[in-house]
């Protein structure tokens, strides 16, 4: 089955820094890739996902990149905001709605002020 | 407004209890998901369904049990608590059609088994 290794596990910044979160897969069939932020005490909920027939997609300031040949993708946030600090999951899963996600361990952000 | 209900959301209970988790969802969704996330964060799968009376055991081996009667109703069930069932379960549920579905998650329940 698909197994994702996500790093750090815990990553600290200053407000303003950038903040890269990684993952890698080993299904070369996954091809959706799905970020999930969850907020002390909140449930997860879906801020960016990619698909395999693209290597980067933007909204706002998260990035996502995606490289199919190393299966890796990445998470990428710019301008951090203490808002940002959370518990941040990348996911991966092979196509068709039958087919369940597989997480990450999950990376603590902390955006310090 | 279409959502993920999980009750209660928080429990205490004793040892040898026997307690059910409750998850509705008014999304309309065939596929729901049970997780239990521990402090580590980590999620893990614990039982699926791809619909009525479908329910499969996911990747962490659990004690509890499930049933899907109602597409919209899918319950956990412990019949004798312990200690080591003390976590947060996530219950979560994805749309049929696409291969991209966004899955969605319900607020949760924090079980305490003392």
């Known amino acids: 089955g698909e197994n994702v290794e996500q790093h750090p596990s815990t990553l600290s910044v200053q407000e303003g820094d950038s903040a890269v979160i990684k993952c890698t897969y080993s299904d070369s069939a996954s091809n959706y890739f799905p970020w999930y932020k969850q907020e002390l005490g909140k449930r997860p909920q879906l801020i960016i996902d990619i698909r395999s027939n693209v290597g980067e997609k933007k909204d706002q300031r998260i990035a996502v990149t995606l490289n199919k040949t190393a299966k890796h993708f990445s998470l990428h946030i710019t301008e951090t905001q203490p808002e940002d600090s959370a518990v941040y999951f990348c996911?991966?899963?092979?196509?068709?709605?039958?087919?369940?996600?597989?997480f990450g361990k999950g990376t603590l952000l902390t955006v310090n002020p | 407004e279409a959502d993920i209900y999980q009750t209660p959301r928080y429990l205490v209970i004793g040892t040898g209890k026997k307690i059910t988790l409750e998850c509705s969802q008014t999304m309309g969704h065939d596929k729901m998901y049970w997780y239990q996330q521990d402090p580590g964060m980590e999620l893990h799968l614990i039982h699926y369904s791809y619909g009525v009376n479908s329910t499969e055991k996911g990747d962490l081996s659990s004690e509890s049990t499930v049933s899907r009667i109602r597409t919209e109703h899918f319950p956990l069930t412990l019949e004798s608590a312990r200690p080591s069932h003390t976590s947060q379960y996530l219950c979560?549920?994805?749309?049929?059609?696409?291969?991209?579905?966004?899955?969605?998650f319900g607020p949760g329940t924090r079980l305490t088994v003392l």
């Open positions: 979560a549920s994805r749309g049929d059609g696409s291969s991209y579905n966004e899955q969605f």
């Open positions: 996911a991966a899963s092979r196509g068709g709605s039958n087919y369940k996600l597989t």
